[in-house]
Nanobody, 115 residues
Framework: QVQLVESGGGLVQPGGSLRLSCAAS????????MGWYRQVPGKQRELVAT???????NYADSVKGRFTISRDNAKKVVYLQMNSLKPEDTAVYYC?????????WGQGTQVTVSS
């Protein structure tokens, strides 16, 4: 069974940076596209960034130019480098398969951007 564990979140000031990690287990990781999602309480989860099995990436307009998604198939980890953070980036960040995020969601990692 698939297990997803997100980490790396925290409290940062506007303009700061964070690097999130998502560790996957129980799967043949390298064959799946992956995505980072985020959710604010009371709102729907939104897709932030995606990466295919061969490394092709896409980003939501709101984070384009600021965030970078990458993966290390040997470690079974997907990363999200977040730079120039804004208060509106505050959310719980999750990873899952993309497309078809049908795996059980992990606990997520909280990102808070505030002065």
């Amino acid at each position: 069974q698939v297990q997803l564990v997100e980490s790396g979140g925290g409290l940062v000031q506007p303009g700061g940076s964070l690097r999130l990690s998502c560790a996957a287990s129980g799967i043949f990781f390298s064959i799946y596209g992956m995505g980072w999602y985020r959710q604010v309480p009371g709102k729907q989860r939104e897709l932030v960034a995606t990466i295919t099995s061969d490394g092709s990436t896409n980003y939501a307009d709101s984070v384009k130019g600021r965030f970078t998604i990458s993966r290390d198939n040997a470690k079974k980890v997907v990363y999200l480098q977040m730079n120039s953070l804004k208060p509106e980036d505050t959310a719980v960040y999750y990873c899952n398969r993309h497309p078809n995020p049908n795996w059980v969601w992990g606990q997520g990692t909280q990102v808070t951007v505030s002065s």
